[in-house]
Structures are given as structure tokens and as C-alpha cells.
């Protein structure tokens, strides 16, 4: 079950318990979706994602399928980074697994040939070995504009959109 | 005789009878919260979630509202 979360102008802590009824019994289940959502990416993070959303569009002929990024390291601390969560099937993640106190590293994002020819809105999650375990969501997004032709959206798997 | 066999087949229904009302569906949600973390203004994101049916009946999914 997809939950697509749209963090529009909120700022701030947000959580979400969307509510699943089945036929268990009366009592419902529940899932839940944390963040902290910023207007803009800020220094006093331990890492500067370059760009921090990831726009894989493709407007005209040539094919686009991958977007470059830079992490920068702006602790003073050496720091591992993990992938927790991406969408499975669509996208191959090329992410650097350490970023030295300072530094900046380079990763990929491609997306597979099966979704080129898709426009779709989701999200890479990645967490930092600090003291805090930081995470970041960074969305990625692709639409298509080619002169004649219509883009296609493979139908959502979700059940429930916020 | 009769005895015995009344014996059995009320330990048969019993049995069925159990069987039946034991027969629940039930969902289970190994990952119930997720963590986004630090999210940017302005665009959507996802996660899935896998719903597990360990019930002894089939699970059907009625309703999900947004929290």
C-alpha cells in the first residue's frame, strides 16, 4: 500500500495516521508517516544535497534518464550515508556510501527503461550515520513534454493521498 | 455402541464447529511508521507500506481514509 504524502506550503512536523478497515474485526489498523518539512535545504544541516529535489523531465526528443546530484558534507564529522527506502523497480541509485568532514561526493539517479516513458512523483529516503540519524526525502520527479506525443502515467498503486 | 458413536459424532461437530468459528482473517503490518525525515516545501513524496494477511481467512481491505 503506496501513501503519498504532499507536503504543499506546511511547514514544520507533520504525521499522518491514514486508517485501514478490513474485515478483521471493528478495530481498524493504522500506518503512520512522519516529517519535518523545510522551505528550503539549510546550512545548518550536515549535508547539502545539490539539487534537492531530483527533476528527471524530459521536454523535447533527446531521451533524459538520469539526473546527477552532489552531496556536500558540511559537519565536521565524517559521514556513511544509507539508502532506507525508494520506490522498487523504477530507479537505479548511485550514492556515495561515505562523505568526508567537508567534502562533497557525486551520485546518479537513472531511471530504468520500463518507467521512460512514465511522468511520475516519488521520493529517494537516505539516512546519515550521526548522532541524530538524519534523514532526508528527496523527491523525484519526471514529466514529459515531446512535441506530438502524450505521456502516459502507469495507474498509482496508492489507496491514500494527503 | 450407539453410545460411542453418538460420542464421535459430537466430537466431529465440535471439531467442524471450531474449525469454523477459529477461522479469522488478520492483517498484519510488519513496518506500521515510517520516517521521512527532512522534506522540502512544495512536492509529493511516498512510501509503501506492505500489509500481510496471516489470518486462516481471506483479508479483504475495505477502507483506507488519509489521517
Known amino acids: ?162 | 455402541m450407539k453410545h460411542t458413536k453418538g460420542i464421535l459424532l459430537l466430537m466431529l461437530g465440535i471439531f467442524l464447529w471450531s474449525g469454523v468459528a477459529l477461522a479469522q482473517p488478520k492483517l498484519t503490518i510488519p513496518e506500521s511508521i515510517f520516517d521521512f525525515g527532512y522534506v522540502p516545501q512544495n512536492s509529493k513524496i511516498s512510501h509503501a507500506f506492505w500489509l500481510h494477511s496471516t489470518g486462516t481467512e481471506d483479508l479483504k481491505i475495505l477502507s483506507v481514509k488519509p489521517g
Not at chain 1, 547539502?48 to 546527477?68: L, T, W
Not at chain 1, 539508502?83 to 561526493?105: H, N, Q, T
Open chain 1, 1 to 162: 500500500m503506496e501513501i503519498i504524502f504532499s507536503t504543499g506550503r506546511r511547514q514544520g512536523k507533520q504525521s499522518k495516521r491514514p486508517r485501514i478497515e478490513t474485515n478483521e474485526g471493528e478495530l481498524a489498523k493504522y500506518v503512520q508517516i512522519k516529517s519535518e518539512v523545510v522551505a528550503n535545504p539549510d546550512s545548518t544541516f550536515p549535508v547539502r544535497i545539490s539539487p534537492y529535489k531530483f527533476d528527471v523531465s524530459q521536454f523535447g526528443d533527446k531521451e533524459v534518464a538520469e539526473r546527477k546530484f552532489v552531496i556536500e558534507n558540511v559537519s565536521d564529522q565524517d559521514l556513511d550515508i544509507k539508502l532506507v527506502d525508494m520506490p522498487y523497480g523504477m530507479f537505479k541509485l548511485e550514492l556515495p556510501k561515505k562523505v568526508k568532514a567537508g567534502k562533497s561526493e557525486g551520485g546518479k539517479i537513472v531511471i530504468l527503461d520500463e518507467w521512460l516513458k512514465e511522468e511520475f512523483e516519488k521520493s529517494v529516503t537516505i539516512e546519515l550515520n550521526d548522532a541524530n540519524n538524519t534523514r532526508f526525502t528527496i523527491p523525484v520527479k519526471r514529466t514529459i513534454r515531446v512535441p506530438g506525443q502524450t505521456a502516459s502515467t502507469k495507474p498509482e498503486s496508492a489507496t491514500g493521498s494527503h
